[in-house]
């Protein structure tokens, strides 16, 4: 008589996940990457959160957007400041 096993079939060992982030990046800049993270001690979705974290966010200059949009920065930051006396 045969014994049925049940549930899922083991997963292979050696089968190794693919990265995301290598859709984006050469091989050579992926084996960077790579050492980058593990010197992080981090995971790779980890290290790039803490990594946009950490860079600054430049605001556009309003000489460069369109007029309209401008005028609606100065009228909001004009009511911003009054309603924080308010």
Known sequence: ME?????????EDNKVKPTHYSVWVTAQ????????IEKSNLSASQFFVVLAL???IKRPKKKSLPQ?????ITHLEKLSGLLSLS
């Open 68 to 72: 309209i949009v401008a005028d609606k």
């Open 29 to 36: 800049e992926r084996k960077l990457l790579d050492i980058e």
């Open 54 to 56: 950490n860079s600054p």
């Open 3 to 11: 014994i049925k096993i049940k549930g899922r079939p083991k997963k």
